[in-house]
């Protein structure tokens, strides 16, 4: 944070903060991420610069102050950028498995010798692997992965997800929202089956910066002040939703009544999960298996997170 000096009539100054400029990368055409958009707008000064991109951008572009992105996408990335830190949880959503119901699919284990539309190496890709595994003992071979593409409103795209599903050409998706909302729209609710196990997997959608960064006395005020403002802004996704619905529409290119649709998927209470260590570990299997590596060992994976910006945020009280 920086001072600067207003001058008022009658030749008065009057000594006001201004927040330093953060570069910040996020996926900008998730739901995730708006709560750094309505912080920016709302609560910082409107300083902050927000791109298209996510961990990746972070520990690839020095100029990058704050990444935000699901746990598995960190994990790709954490192996060769060990300086890479989690600081806050912006959202927790427990992905959802749509099926079509024409496909003789009424239980999870049905889904064996089925089309699955997904995304290997990606949040949705571990979902359904874990998933299947452990509530339907399924392994990746008694089913197939399709990729496709995602869809924010009907009609949607031959090569899209809800698309393929209706045609036959999947028989069910594992995707983050609001595709299997536009999916289930498209078939309609008496056609389809919905499966989602908050236990079993959820996302959790962190905010993330760098050893680096943090140890910058003057960058991690800056970042804890951001912090405090997000915690603000989060809590009015939690329990005032309204007065966001019309910025997060137009900002992910979301209809209103699809993301009201959807809302109540995300939870958006913050803070550092208790288990965020065990999921890691858990999920690191199936990432290194995607990247042909070991896994990482949980001492290691306890450095990705950091609570210590939490912790001094908090100590400012609110």
Known sequence: MHIKQVHLLGGLFLTVPTLAALKIAAALNVIEYAPLLVTNQDYFNNTATIINGGVASIVSDTSVDLAANAETQALRQYRNNPSLRVIWNVAQVPYRIVANKKSKISTLSDLKGKKIGTIQGTSAGYFIEHYLLTAANLK????????GSDCRASPCGSNTFPSMLSKGTI??????????????????????VVFQNRTAYREIYNLHSTAEKLRDPKKRKEIVQFLRQLIKAQKIFDEDPTKVYSRVSKAVNVGVPLLQKVWPVHDWKGGIPGDLLDVLEEEDKYVAKVDNRAAASRDKLKNLIDPTVLEEALKEGF
């Open 140 to 147: 990746p071979s008694d089913y197939k992965i399709i990729s």
């Open 171 to 192: 028989d069910a998706i594992g995707f983050w929202e609001p595709t299997i909302e536009v999916a289930i729209q498209t078939l309609g609710e008496q056609n389809v």
